[in-house]
């Protein structure tokens, strides 16, 4: 079984910008989280869908948002890009709510 | 606060040796807990959670978590040079945290040869 995918692995982008950042879950898996992690802050909980429904959200500005489509694949934007945005962005899948979760391999964003 | 706490290390021990790694969460409803491990430009890969007080084995590794003292910890035997990684302890509250895990800053384990 393919585990999560997310497209993609490295990002280069100016202050001002904005991305967009894909994960697939691990077939057959609803839930899609979104993690952000900096040297200096660690590993910080951005949102959380579920059934295309936003669930849970992290204290991230209005800049970050989220969605999730139907058959589970998520993705994340980040609009008018700051150099403190970057970061390894990791997506984390799980059967469902409050199961254990698996993180991809993360899409390393640098904002020059 | 935070309101996941681990001891940034870095921890050092020799091959062979019993590593032990704590965590400490604030006093929140608290429903699962979970020790992932990095390597150096990877991602958190699990390797163990637990849910109730005691002792979960697994292999070479044990988890014990202690709800009253709000305390979880991470035991690895018989230490490996490859075991060498980061080590992050994660808590899921309860409430309406749903599926959110927040995690300590990470411990760093050096094993040496």
């Known amino acids: 079984k393919a585990g999560v995918t997310q497209t993609p692995r490295y990002l280069i982008k100016t202050r001002g910008q904005q991305v967009t950042l894909s994960c697939s879950p691990i077939s057959g898996h609803r839930s899609v989280s979104w993690y952000q992690q900096t040297p200096g802050q660690g590993l910080q909980f951005l949102f959380e869908y579920f059934s295309e429904t936003q669930r849970n959200k992290g204290n991230f500005p209005g800049r970050f948002s989220g969605r999730q489509f139907s058959n589970s694949r998520s993705e994340m934007n980040v609009s008018t890009l700051e150099l403190g945005d970057s970061a390894l962005y990791l997506c984390?899948?799980?059967?469902?709510?409050?199961?254990?979760?698996?993180f991809g391999a993360g899409t390393r964003l640098s904002v020059l | 606060q935070k309101e996941v706490e681990q001891n940034s290390g870095p921890l050092s021990v020799p091959e062979g040796a019993i590593a032990s790694l704590n965590c400490t969460y604030s006093d929140r409803v608290s429903q699962s807990f979970f020790w992932y491990r990095q390597y150096s430009g990877k991602s958190p890969e699990l390797i163990m959670s637990i849910y109730s007080n005691g002792d979960k084995e697994d292999g070479r590794f044990t988890a014990q978590l202690n709800k009253a003292s709000q305390y979880v910890s991470l035991l690895i035997r018989d230490s490996q040079p490859s075991d060498s990684a980061t080590y992050l302890c994660?808590?899921?509250?309860?409430?309406?945290?749903?599926?959110?895990?927040?995690f300590g800053q990470g411990t760093i384990l050096t094993v040496h040869p």
């Open positions: 984390a899948s799980s059967l469902g709510l409050g199961d254990i979760q698996y």
């Open positions: 994660a808590v899921r509250f309860g409430g309406t945290s749903y599926g959110k895990l927040t």
